[in-house]
Nanobody, 115 residues
Framework: QVRLVESGGGLVQAGGSLRLSCAAS????????MGWYRQAPGSQRELVAT???????RYADAIKGRFTVSRDNAKNTVYLKMNNLKPEDTAVYYC?????????WGHGTQVTVFS
């Protein structure tokens, strides 16, 4: 079983930055896609950014140019650097891993951006 543990959420003023981390543990078969989704109150969970073991990334249009996903394959850890945060970025951010048809989720970390 794979376990994902997020950290780094919090309260930040608009224009500020945060960095999320997610460490995966358990039996993990490479390659994997690791990344981030978010869910705001009253909304569906949506893609933020993902990164394949080999490097390719995928970003949601709403955060392109502001957020950067990266990973340390040796540590099975994925990061999300969020710059120029906006109030509409407020959501619970969930770490996700996909590997060989299986999906795993973290419990989520709250990001709140105030103006």
């Amino acid at each position: 079983q794979v376990r994902l543990v997020e950290s780094g959420g919090g309260l930040v003023q608009a224009g500020g930055s945060l960095r999320l981390s997610c460490a995966a543990s358990g039996i993990i078969f490479s390659p994997t896609v690791m990344g981030w989704y978010r869910q705001a109150p009253g909304s569906q969970r949506e893609l933020v950014a993902t990164m394949h073991t080999g490097g390719p990334t995928r970003y949601a249009d709403a955060i392109k140019g502001r957020f950067t996903v990266s990973r340390d394959n040796a540590k099975n850890t994925v990061y999300l650097k969020m710059n120029n945060l906006k109030p509409e970025d407020t959501a619970v951010y969930y770490c996700n891993m996909e590997t060989y048809g299986s999906q795993y989720w973290g419990h989520g970390t709250q990001v709140t951006v105030f103006s």
